[in-house]
């Protein structure tokens, strides 16, 4: 299932991932997809715009069809920056983005043979709309092959933590109580709750035991420092439960501030950076750091 972190504060937004990775196969009959292997190197953050302040995390389902969703990211990357008529890199805004790539991975599902699974992941945009002095967290939602209208996370004033994946452990952490707790409380309830009170009692518990960890004027690197130990949580709560890990591998992050842009703080390579020298237009022959 996997797990990622998109954490708001004012200063900007900070994205963060573990690296596992599920290859599932189509049950048999019309049953549910079968895990056959997880990998823990998969990339889930993404910039989805060379030298703007837009990024993305995704968790759940690690491909469409054959393609991981990595190479899918970098596809609707490419297919943004070579069109930048359409794009407008000066009037773009976190929804149109947001959009955009909902629309470029429906038509990926689209694609997909009658006997692919269909797959179930969910995307948190982030980043700056043009002109705009503060950031924004957007979420998009493919259930079984069907893309859900794109959500706004937050008011534009509103900061704190958004997570989506295998989140028990961060819910426990965060919210005060686990996922079960309200199913379960409506079993113990006699008569039972109507879903209207269920609706209430869980607002009430997490607004009484939600633990305050994320506010306005803290500085970019603590956010990073508590979307990475979130994500450090899910894994080893994984690992040490019964089953096999969905959560795990190096975490990544990535920081997305109003001055400097996207920046990487933490990214694993197949490759060492330093037998690829990635030679830019001005360079005139010397040599950068690949990003």
Known sequence: M???????VHDGIVLAADSASSLTVAGPGAGQPVV??????????ANLYKGLPIGCVAYGSGSIGSASISTLLKDFRKGIMDTEQRFGTGTYTMEEVTKG???FLTNQVANLGASDPKPTLGIMVGGY???KNLAEGWLLMIENGIANEP??????????????????SISRLVLGFSNSLPQVLSKAIKPEPSST?????????RDSLQAPLVFAPMPIQDAIDVAEWLVDTASMFSRFSPGPSSVGGPTESAAITKHEGFKWIRRKHYYESKFNPEVSNGDQGGERQSG
Do not use: C, F, H
């Not at 056959?36 to 953050?45: G, L, M």
């Not at 959500?151 to 295998?166: F, H, K, S």
């Open 2 to 8: 996997s797990i990622g972190i998109l954490i708001k």
């Open 36 to 45: 056959v292997n997880v990998y823990n190197n998969a990339n889930k953050i």
């Open 101 to 103: 790539l909902s629309s």
């Open 129 to 131: 709309s043009a002109g």
């Open 151 to 168: 959500q706004l996370l937050r008011p534009e004033g509103d900061v704190g933590i958004n997570w989506g994946g295998e989140g028990e």
């Open 197 to 205: 009170d269920m609706q209430q009692l869980t607002a009430l518990l």
